[in-house]
């Protein structure tokens, strides 16, 4: 029986390559493989930064997912300015079609596996959200807000103003007991 190769010996390398395009007479590089801790940063943060009240936005995800393609796979330098207002600046890139060109210059193998990461994520995700576990975790999770906020009332509930109230009350009802 033959000896098993050792896995060093298989010389193994990331694979840098780009695919160049030329925008607006700049020469941009779109990479062909992105690691998969970065694509896995890509999908976490467009789901993450496009839920509302337990719900995707679709437009939001949309955007966030684009901006980051952007972001992560190409050789741009954005400014902590320009990365403010990021629908300002989906919207420029969308307008202009520097997204679309993007996108048509990435593998489509990678674009295809991000969108089913994506994808498999936001389901399981909407179908834990809807489990016995995730409304137990949800009220574990408010449980010291909700404590806090009753505190407070306690707190600053005020036997005179109750009394006042209790009055006025009283009153309104002609004198006649309030049960």
Request: charged share 25%.
């Amino acid at each position: 029986m033959a000896t098993k190769p050792t896995f060093a010996s298989l010389k193994l390398t990331l694979n840098k390559e780009v695919n160049e395009v030329v925008f607006q007479e700049k020469t941009i590089e779109v990479k062909k493989y992105l690691p998969i801790e970065d694509k896995i940063d890509l999908v976490q943060i467009a789901l993450q930064m496009s839920e509302e009240e337990g719900i995707y936005n679709e437009a939001l995800l949309d955007m966030y997912f684009n901006l980051y393609i952007v972001f992560l796979y190409t050789n741009i330098q954005f400014t902590d300015k320009q990365k403010e207002d990021l629908p300002k600046l989906y919207d420029l890139m969308q307008c202009n079609g520097f997204i679309p060109l993007v996108i048509a210059n990435m593998e489509e193998s990678e674009y295809t596996m991000l969108l089913d990461y994506m994808e498999r994520i936001r389901k399981d995700r909407l179908k834990y959200k809807q489990t016995a576990a995730a409304v137990i975790q949800s009220l574990i999770q408010d449980l010291p807000r909700n404590a806090e906020a009753a505190a407070k009332i306690v707190e600053q509930f005020d036997p005179e103003q109750y009394q006042a109230v209790k009055d006025f009350a009283l009153a309104a009802n002609g004198g006649r007991p309030i049960n």
